[in-house]
T-cell receptor
Framework: SQQGEEDPQALSIQEGENATMNCSYK?????LQWYRQNSGRGLVHLIL?????REKHSGRLRVTLDTSKKSSSLLITASRAADTASYFC??????????FGAGTRLAVHP | DAGITQSPRHKVTETGTPVTLRCHQT?????MYWYRQDPGHGLRLIHY???????DKGEVSDGYSVSRSKTEDFLLTLESATSSQTSVYFC??????????FGPGTRLTVL
């Protein structure tokens, strides 16, 4: 079963706009990670936020974690066409195993 | 990019035939994983390895076996392929952190 559930399933925006994706999970998390997948490619790690952190930044990415609501959000500011991809949240457990959600498909139009 | 390759990249086979997918890494990472990706399901863990000859089952292990005889290679075998195993298979590696690095994927079609 999947630990994380992303919302929305698909998102379409214009270049320059911000994109927000949400991830809700069922049980307590260890370390929540976000990955990006370009069409037909492998996943690429974007950012990790630990269970005792509330917010983290990396370039144009901002991730928040609300353990009381069991949710996380990924914000991409000033989106570019190159940000078009699928985005997945995942929780890491023992042996660094990852449990993924179904992902959000982001389309950024020029 | 992490040094991780998968072979073959594409394969078409018939129901009932054995299939072996190979994952090769040059990073000397301890952990290796096999996932499958199907529409609407994200990635699901099939098997993983936490050392040479140390493997365990993941969420969707039925019909799959794995072997790891040396650090750099992790093999995924479908003993008798079925159409439900048509999927894209990803290998991933992980060292001392939680981050995983993914290979380019193998697209398998079982007719």
């Amino acid at each position: 079963s999947q630990q994380g559930e992303e919302d929305p399933q698909a998102l379409s925006i214009q270049e320059g706009e911000n994109a927000t994706m949400n991830c809700s999970y069922k049980t307590s998390i260890n370390n929540l990670q976000w990955y990006r997948q370009n069409s037909g490619r492998g996943l690429v790690h974007l950012i990790l936020i630990r269970s005792n952190e509330r917010e983290k930044h990396s370039g144009r990415l901002r991730v928040t974690l609300d353990t009381s609501k069991k949710s996380s959000s990924l914000l991409i500011t000033a989106s570019r066409a190159a940000d078009t991809a699928s985005y997945f949240c995942a929780d890491s457990g023992g042996y660094n195993k990852l449990i993924f959600g179904a992902g959000t498909r982001l389309a950024v139009h020029p | 990019d992490a040094g991780i390759t998968q072979s073959p990249r594409h394969k078409v086979t018939e129901t009932g035939t054995p299939v072996t997918l190979r994952c090769h890494q040059t990073e000397n990472h301890r952990y290796m994983y096999w996932y499958r990706q199907d529409p609407g399901h994200g990635l699901r863990l099939i098997h993983y390895s936490y050392g040479v000859k140390d493997t365990d089952k993941g969420e969707v292990s039925d019909g799959y076996s794995v072997s790891r005889s040396k650090t750099e290679d992790f093999l995924l075998t479908l003993e008798s392929a079925t159409s439900s195993q048509t999927s894209v298979y990803f290998c991933a590696i992980s060292g001392g952190t939680d981050t995983q690095y993914f290979g380019p994927g193998t697209r398998l079609t079982v007719l």
